[in-house]
């Protein structure tokens, strides 16, 4: 009985040091990402977070129109981060002066989001300029807009009308030279296709006309990302007339 006891208490600060002293390792962030997963499949809509190669990709923007001496900061909006696989990248790329907005709908998620700003060292460093908001993205109160959004959200999980209202924000939350970037798993829609009832065969497809119609005419560019689990696209979207370059 006593042998049990030391082995719980010595099990509990092995996790306890594992989760705070080693800076949030890679493997914890899956840990809880895996355990999202299962509890909130619709909203999580991933396995494990994205690969830092889907993360470059979906940082892209923030990372070429680098932040030049003299320009005004940047706002900087981040969707759905989970535990921030992807806001690394983004944090990577900030100028001195950007902002960068986290919204997140998992309570599970905002808190790694916050113990990584105050002990992941990257994190740590531009704390100040991070805002984490727990909540629904299509709640979010804005009156200035974003220069870059990147999304994570699982738009392939979401019904007609909640990809519609979300497209529509996205567009509203942009400024006039402002570029989304958002993702999704290769032809996922087919293989769920597979194995959906009617009705969800049905929400599949309008998903798919929605985001078609929408995105095509103002899709300025696409990665294919292979290294990642699955295998995605990344869609970078302007809504502006003419294609933004490097130095636009
Ligand atoms: C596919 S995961 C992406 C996580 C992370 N960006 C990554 O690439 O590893 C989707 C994320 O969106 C969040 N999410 C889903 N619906 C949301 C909403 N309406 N508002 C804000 N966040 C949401 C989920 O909790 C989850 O963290």
């Given amino acids: 009985m006593r042998a049990t ?9 092995y996790r306890r040091f594992d989760y705070h002293c080693s800076a949030v390792p890679r493997i914890n962030s899956q840990r809880i990402f895996f355990k999202q997963f299962v509890r909130n499949f619709r909203s999580t809509g991933a396995l494990a977070p994205s690969s830092r190669f889907l993360a470059s990709s979906l940082a892209r923007f923030v990372r070429e129109h680098r932040y030049v001496a003299g320009q005004k900061p940047r706002r900087i909006l981040e969707v759905g981060p989970g535990t921030g696989s992807v806001t690394r990248a983004i944090i990577k790329s900030l100028g001195p002066n950007d902002h960068l907005t986290l919204v997140e709908i998992n309570r599970a998620f905002v808190k790694h ?3 990584r700003l105050r002990v992941d060292e990257l994190f740590t460093g531009v704390k100040d300029r991070v805002t984490v908001i727990h909540g629904r993205f299509e709640e979010l109160e804005t009156d200035m ?13 979401f019904t007609p009308k909640e990809v519609q209202e979300i497209l ?6 942009l400024g006039r030279d402002g570029v989304l970037s958002f993702f999704e798993y290769i032809a996922v829609r ?5 194995f959906a009832n009617r009705a969800e065969r049905q929400r599949l ?4 006309r929605i985001m078609k119609e929408t995105l095509k005419p103002v899709r300025i560019d696409r990665d294919m ?3 990642n689990l699955p295998p995605a696209w990344v869609h970078h979207v302007s809504w502006r007339k003419e294609k933004p370059t490097l130095d636009s």
Avoid at 5 to 13: D, E, L, M, Q
Avoid at 190 to 194: E, L, T
Avoid at 205 to 208: A, D, F, K, L, N
Wanted: hydrophobic share 45%.
């Fill in 145 to 157: 807009p974003f220069d870059v959004i990147v999304s994570g959200l699982p738009l392939n999980n």
């Fill in 190 to 194: 087919r293989a769920k296709h597979i």
């Fill in 5 to 13: 006891g030391r082995f719980a208490r010595a099990f509990s600060f």
């Fill in 168 to 173: 529509g924000t996205y567009r509203r939350m």
């Fill in 225 to 227: 990302i292979v290294a």
């Fill in 113 to 115: 989001l916050k113990l």
């Fill in 205 to 208: 497809r309008e998903v798919g």
